[in-house]
């Protein structure tokens, strides 16, 4: 996805997705480091910080989703709108 962010720098890359939580909060995911498992991510892009990438089950389809967990909301990757 390009150069990673570096938090001396505070320079955000551009933004890759964005996944809808209320009217008034979006998670905005900026880099996806799968060398390292880890997402960057922030709450309406204020203070990114890096989230390890995991799995969750599926109740509905029974399979497995990857994505990462922001606070108490798991971020399936499926469900991250591209931008």
């Not at 001396?8 to 799968?34: H, K, Q, R």
């Not at 892009?45 to 089950?57: C, K, R, S, V």
């Given at each position: 996805?390009?150069?990673?962010?570096?938090?001396?720098?505070?320079?955000?890359?551009?933004?890759?997705?964005?996944?809808?939580?209320?009217?008034?909060?979006?998670?905005?995911?900026?880099?996806?480091?799968?060398?390292?498992?880890?997402?960057?991510?922030?709450?309406?892009?204020?203070?990114?910080?890096?989230?390890?990438?995991?799995?969750?089950?599926?109740?509905?389809?029974?399979?497995w989703e990857q994505g990462f967990m922001f606070g108490s909301f798991f971020v399936p990757f499926s469900q991250v709108l591209r931008v």
């Amino acid at each position: 996805m390009g150069v990673l962010y570096d938090a001396a720098e505070g320079n955000l890359p551009e933004m890759a997705g964005v996944f809808t939580v209320s009217n008034t909060m979006s998670i905005c995911v900026y880099e996806i480091d799968y060398a390292d498992d880890r997402v960057l991510a922030t709450a309406n892009g204020e203070n990114p910080e890096w989230y390890p990438i995991t799995e969750q089950h599926n109740e509905d389809t029974g399979e497995w989703e990857q994505g990462f967990m922001f606070g108490s909301f798991f971020v399936p990757f499926s469900q991250v709108l591209r931008v």
